[in-house]
């Protein structure tokens, strides 16, 4: 994850002047991306074209039992926390500034103290602007376990403390587990938890900052590091029972046999897969064990929308203001919610999901630019989340200029962006099947339509209903 808050400024005014075109590869502007990205870009003209024909309600791709919840869900909520939100200048910020290990954890780690962390209140904000489920930074790159880790090689520098929220910050002497907080507040809300976890580890006595990554101190480390990685991991699972295990870091792979400074191969990928799986069979685990391979559950793109979609699961991430974790120089730069909305329906259009960051404050706090990015995305949902929630991809293999489809059951959702100025939609028709109702759906207020060769024409009202997406639903009988 990376800091691109600087470009966002410039981003958002282009946004501005182009805000009624479609279709572009959002997430493109936002700036450069750390690791490399490796997508699948197969057509599945098969699937949609037997789609358009039958009119059967058809996913792009198989999807498990076990991922069914998450796969209808669409919507969750990413948290980066850890004590770089202490500093305000983004979880990247012991590497670019190159911050020693004894500096960081002296100067930024022990004045870590998120007393004002209200994990209700934070669940609240993600179940108001309609997200499904929740996946918090466990562990980032900077080391800190944001639990009562008992695994003893992850301590600070001196070897004497464990480096961990309890033991390591003034936040300890609260007794307060915030994992733990998050997790309940979920089981409460109905919201399904998951957690992330970093491979690499810029802190830990096994491996030294190099470039963006990290390298070995020599294989013995890499073989005990590997060892109790796997040993924290089983505190999570065992701890907390999540849903997903989002992991990150992986960026120092090969293929092969590894080095000292490409210590992490696909073979290594491949094992803690299994092994996560070992310890919970349910649980959803993303691409990135070892990402370009095929690896994991699903894939998981980066402040980037696929132009073609996928052909299995998968889930972009994306920030609110170009930041993952709080940085004070993020916070004029937040998008406007318009664009999320789209982000998030050009996501299900292409039957993906969309985990949308915020960065809590040091002290835990959300900032107020967070808050009015999530409720104004919650307006939205609360009235069009229908057409999003538990829907398939677009069931036609041309895009609309006007906007996206999604489809569920016997309803094709218009997703309508460009309004049209002569009030006239044309929309493709599923063939073969009877079309027998168009309303506007955060009303229900019929609208008149005609079809002719597989085209349907509706009459839509002078004035834009929504700017941010007005949602038209064609029933089928």
Same mark, same amino acid.
């Given at each position: 994850?990376?800091?691109?808050?600087?470009a966002?400024e410039?981003?958002m005014?282009?946004r501005?002047?182009k805000?009624?075109?479609?279709?572009?590869k959002?997430?493109?502007?936002?700036g450069?991306k750390?690791g490399?990205?490796?997508?699948?870009?197969a057509l599945?003209?098969?699937?949609?074209?037997?789609?358009?024909?039958s009119?059967?309600a058809?996913s792009?791709?198989n999807?498990p039992?076990d991922m069914?919840w998450?796969a209808?869900?669409?919507?969750?909520m990413f948290i980066?926390?850890g004590?770089?939100?202490?500093?305000g200048q983004?979880?990247?910020?012991?590497?670019?500034q190159g911050?020693?290990?004894e500096?960081y954890?002296?100067?930024?780690s022990?004045?870590?103290n998120p007393t004002?962390?209200d994990?209700k209140?934070i669940v609240?904000y993600?179940k108001? *602007?309609?997200? @499904?489920? %929740?996946v918090? =930074?466990a562990k980032?790159?900077?080391?800190l376990?944001m639990? &009562?880790t008992?695994?003893?090689?992850?301590t600070d520098?001196?070897?004497?403390k464990?480096?961990?929220?309890?033991q390591?910050t003034?936040?300890?002497?609260?007794?307060?587990?915030?994992?733990?907080e998050?997790?309940?507040a979920c089981d409460?809300a109905g919201i399904?938890?998951?957690?992330?976890?970093?491979i690499?580890?810029?802190?830990?006595?096994s491996q030294t900052?190099k470039?963006?990554f990290?390298?070995?101190?020599s294989w013995d480390a890499r073989t005990?590091?590997?060892?109790?990685?796997k *040993?924290?991991? @089983?505190? %999570?699972?065992? =701890?907390?029972?999540p849903?997903?295990?989002?992991f990150d870091? &992986?960026?120092?792979?090969?293929?092969d046999?590894?080095?000292?400074?490409?210590?992490w191969?696909k073979?290594d990928?491949e094992?803690?897969?299994q092994y996560v799986?070992?310890l919970?069979q349910s649980?959803?685990?993303n691409?990135r064990?070892?990402r370009?391979?095929?690896l994991?559950d699903?894939?998981?793109?980066?402040?980037?929308i696929?132009?073609?979609a996928p052909?299995r699961?998968w889930e972009?991430?994306?920030?609110m203001n170009g930041a993952w974790?709080?940085?004070?120089?993020?916070?004029?730069a937040?998008y406007?919610?318009?664009y999320?909305?789209?982000?998030?329906?050009?996501?299900?259009?292409?039957?993906g999901?969309?985990?949308l960051?915020i960065g809590?404050?040091g002290?835990g706090a959300v900032t107020a630019?967070?808050?009015?990015?999530?409720?104004g995305?919650?307006?939205?949902?609360?009235?069009?989340?229908?057409?999003?929630?538990g829907s398939?991809g677009?069931p036609?293999?041309?895009?609309?200029?006007?906007?996206?489809?999604t489809?569920k059951e016997?309803k094709?959702?218009?997703h309508?962006?460009?309004?049209?100025?002569n009030?006239k939609?044309v929309?493709a028709?599923l063939k073969?099947?009877?079309l027998?109702?168009?309303?506007?759906?955060?009303?229900g207020?019929?609208?008149k339509?005609?079809?002719?060769?597989n085209k349907i024409?509706i009459k839509v009202p002078?004035?834009?209903?929504?700017?941010?997406?007005?949602?038209i639903?064609?029933?089928?009988?």
């Open positions: 994850m990376v800091n691109v808050c600087e966002v410039d981003m005014k282009t501005e002047r805000g009624e075109e479609v279709g572009q959002r997430g493109e502007e936002i450069r750390r490399r990205i490796f997508l699948s870009f599945i003209f098969c699937l949609l074209t037997g789609v358009v024909q009119g059967a058809v792009a791709y999807v039992d069914k998450w209808e869900d669409k919507f969750g980066h926390f004590s770089y939100s202490e500093y983004g979880e990247w910020a012991m590497q670019t911050i020693s290990k500096k954890q002296e100067t930024i022990a004045k870590f004002q962390f994990a209140e609240s993600a108001k *602007a309609g997200m @499904k489920y %929740l918090f =930074t980032h790159h900077e080391g376990a639990w &009562d008992k695994v003893a090689s992850f520098h001196t070897g004497q464990i480096y961990s929220l309890q390591y003034p936040f300890g002497s609260t007794g307060r587990d915030i994992i733990m998050l997790k309940n409460e399904k938890f998951g957690l992330y976890y970093s690499i580890d810029w802190n830990h006595s900052i470039g963006n990290t390298q070995m101190k005990s590091y590997i060892n109790d990685m *040993a924290q991991l @089983k505190e %999570l699972v065992d =701890t907390y029972d849903a997903v295990m989002w870091g &992986d960026w120092t792979y090969r293929k046999a590894p080095t000292l400074s490409q210590w191969t073979a990928g094992d803690l897969y799986k070992s919970k649980i959803i685990v691409e064990v070892c370009g391979f095929g994991g699903f894939e998981c793109p980066e402040q980037n696929p132009e073609k052909s699961s972009t991430c994306q920030t974790g709080y940085n004070k120089n993020c916070e004029k937040y406007d919610v318009r999320m909305v789209q982000d998030l329906v050009e996501v299900a259009s292409k039957d999901n969309y985990l960051n809590p404050k002290n630019g967070t808050q009015k990015v999530l409720s995305i919650g307006t939205w949902i609360k009235k069009n989340g229908e057409s999003i929630y398939s677009t036609f293999q041309k895009k609309p200029s006007w906007g996206r489809y489809r016997n094709v959702y218009a309508v962006i460009k309004w049209p100025k009030q939609l929309a028709k073969n099947k009877k027998q109702k168009v309303s506007l759906l955060r009303n207020k019929a609208l339509y005609s079809v002719k060769n024409t002078k004035k834009c209903p929504d700017k941010s997406d007005t949602v639903s064609l029933e089928y009988k």
